[in-house]
C-alpha cells in the first residue's frame, strides 16, 4: 500500500521568503512522487515529478523537491515566494508500474502576506 | 502539454435525477482515465480507473451501480450520477494518462461542480 503525509494543512509566508512544503510518503515499492497545484475551482497542475532519476528535481515556476530515501521525504521549496504562488499543492505517490494510480495526500494550502 | 476538458463545469440538479459528466483529451488518446471526487477542502479521492473498451475498476467503498463510468473510445469517458442526491454534491475530477518513458503522466480536467438540491 501507498501513501502520502503533508505535514501542515495551512502554510502561511511573507512575499519574497522560503516556501517550505513538506511531504513523507510510504511505499513498498520504489515510487514515483509528484507535487501538484491546484487553483481554486480549477484542476489539478504538474509541478514536479520524480523518477528514480536525479534524486533534487526541479519544476516550474521555480519549485524544486528533494527526494530523501532515508527521510521517506519529498519536501517542496521554493526560494522566493510570489503572490502568485498562493494555491492548494497536493503530493502524491505512484507505484513502480507505469499507468498505475496516484494516491494525493490531504493538501497543504499556501498563503502568502504581502 | 496535454489538455484534457470536462463538460459541464458546473450543474445544478434535483434530488433523484441522474447527471453526466464528459471528460475528454483534446490532443492525444487515452487508454486510461481516471475520476476523482474532491469535497471542499479537501484531497482528492480516486473513484474509478476508466479504461477504454472494457468495464471500469471501481475503488472500495464507491458505488458502482451509481456512478456509471463509460469509456468507449479513446478520447472520451463519462461520469453519469444516477439517481443523485445532495451528499453527491462534490467537485469531480476526471484525468487522462499520456505513456511516458518511465512513468505515465496524467493531465487533469478543469474539474465539474455538481450541486444536488
Known amino acids: 500500500a501507498q501513501s502520502v503525509t503533508q505535514l501542515g494543512s495551512h502554510v502561511s509566508v511573507s512575499e519574497g521568503a522560503l516556501v517550505l512544503l513538506r511531504c513523507n510518503y510510504s511505499?513498498?515499492?520504489?515510487?514515483?512522487l509528484f507535487w501538484y497545484v491546484q487553483y481554486p475551482n480549477q484542476g489539478l497542475q504538474l509541478l514536479l515529478k520524480?523518477?528514480?532519476?536525479?534524486?533534487l528535481v526541479k519544476g516550474i515556476n521555480g519549485f524544486e523537491a528533494e527526494f530523501k530515501k532515508s527521510e521517506t521525504s519529498f519536501h517542496l521549496t521554493k526560494p522566493s515566494a510570489h503572490m502568485s504562488d498562493a494555491a492548494e499543492y497536493f503530493c502524491?505517490?505512484?507505484?513502480?508500474?507505469?499507468?498505475?494510480?496516484?494516491?494525493f495526500g490531504s493538501g497543504t494550502r499556501l498563503s502568502i502576506r504581502p | 502539454g496535454a489538455v484534457v476538458s470536462q463538460h459541464p463545469s458546473w450543474v445544478i440538479c434535483k434530488s433523484g435525477t441522474s447527471v453526466k459528466i464528459e471528460c475528454r483529451s483534446l490532443d492525444f488518446q487515452a487508454t486510461t482515465m481516471f475520476w476523482y471526487r474532491q469535497f471542499p477542502k479537501q484531497s482528492l479521492m480516486l473513484m474509478a480507473t476508466?479504461?477504454?473498451?472494457?468495464?471500469?475498476?471501481?475503488e472500495q467503498g464507491v458505488e458502482k451501480d451509481k456512478f456509471l463510468i463509460n469509456h468507449a473510445s479513446l478520447t472520451l469517458s463519462t461520469l453519469t450520477v444516477t439517481s443523485a442526491h445532495p451528499e453527491d454534491s462534490s467537485f469531480y475530477i476526471c484525468?487522462?494518462?499520456?505513456?511516458?518513458?518511465?512513468?505515465?503522466?496524467?493531465?487533469f480536467g478543469p474539474g465539474t461542480r455538481l450541486t444536488v438540491l
Open positions: 484525468s487522462a494518462t499520456v505513456p511516458g518513458p518511465q512513468v505515465d503522466e496524467q493531465f
Open positions: 511505499s513498498s515499492v520504489p515510487p514515483y
Open positions: 520524480y523518477t528514480s532519476a536525479a534524486t
Open positions: 502524491a505517490v505512484s507505484g513502480g508500474s507505469s499507468a498505475s494510480k496516484i494516491i
Open positions: 476508466s479504461n477504454e473498451g472494457s468495464k471500469a475498476t471501481y
